[in-house]
T-cell receptor, first 118, second 114 residues
Framework: AQTVTQSQPEMSVQEAETVTLSCTYDTSENNYYLFWYKQPPSRQMILVIRQEAYKQQNATENRFSVNFQKAAKSFSLKISDSQLGDTAMYFCAFMNPEPGGGADGLTFGKGTHLIIQP | ETGVTQSPTHLIKTRGQQVTLRCSSQSGHNTVSWYQQALGQGPQFIFQYYREEENGRGNFPPRFSGLQFPNYSSELNVNALELDDSALYLC?????????????FGPGTRLTVL
């Protein structure tokens, strides 16, 4: 079974700063998908960024980027120029796709509460 | 396109009762996954439905059951409710067209068991 660990329960930074959230995972699979989801107080889970394990290039989405280290099983999220609206719970998640294109459920970490201070 | 919707928003039940939660998938999506999120925790995968069949299941007992309908909407049923079933229940839809690896979540149903 896969496990996802987020070792930072809470982080706080000033607006406009850069912040990095950590995530490690454990799997014996070679092909898988990794995700960062954001959950604001409204509870809606929003996909921030996605990484396919077979791609060596780190994914980027505007101010969000990842540092994917496959050998170390590490998948950190960097938020540049942080904004007040980035305040939320951030969850790292793992998916192990079945052969033939099927999909399993997501395995989530416990989350990091990110607070952006004005 | 319409997003994922869930009903009801909040629900209060007593121990031993049964509950049904509903989810309408995003337009064009044929796969629905259900998750349980206890307070202060990450979501846990309950099961997934694809084309009206259960397609995968997490570590949840049989009293958690589901259905998917021809229009791809879905229900989560929980029998013999226990206090520990109090949680936020999230559903997520996806489609091979967009890649099942991308799941779109609904706003959740908050279940309280007294």
């Amino acid at each position: 079974a896969q496990t996802v660990t987020q070792s930072q329960p809470e982080m706080s930074v000033q607006e406009a700063e850069t912040v990095t959230l950590s995530c490690t995972y454990d799997t014996s699979e070679n092909n898988y998908y990794l995700f960062w989801y954001k959950q604001p107080p409204s509870r809606q889970m929003i996909l921030v960024i996605r990484q396919e394990a077979y791609k060596q290039q780190n994914a980027t989405e505007n101010r969000f980027s990842v540092n994917f280290q496959k050998a170390a099983k590490s998948f950190s999220l960097k938020i540049s120029d942080s904004q007040l609206g980035d305040t939320a719970m951030y969850f790292c998640a793992f998916m192990n796709p079945e052969p033939g294109g099927g999909a399993d459920g997501l395995t989530f970490g416990k989350g990091t509460h990110l607070i952006i201070q004005p | 396109e319409t997003g994922v919707t869930q009903s009801p928003t909040h629900l209060i039940k007593t121990r031993g009762q049964q509950v049904t939660l509903r989810c309408s998938s995003q337009s064009g999506h044929n796969t629905v996954s259900w998750y349980q999120q206890a307070l202060g925790q990450g979501p846990q995968f309950i099961f997934q439905y694809y084309r009206e069949e259960e397609n995968g299941r997490g570590n949840f007992p049989p009293r958690f059951s589901g259905l998917q309908f021809p229009n791809y909407s879905s229900e989560l049923n929980v029998n013999a409710l226990e206090l520990d079933d109090s949680a936020l229940y999230l559903c997520a839809s996806s489609s091979p067209g967009t890649g099942r690896r991308r799941q779109y979540f609904g706003p959740g149903t908050r279940l309280t068991v007294l």
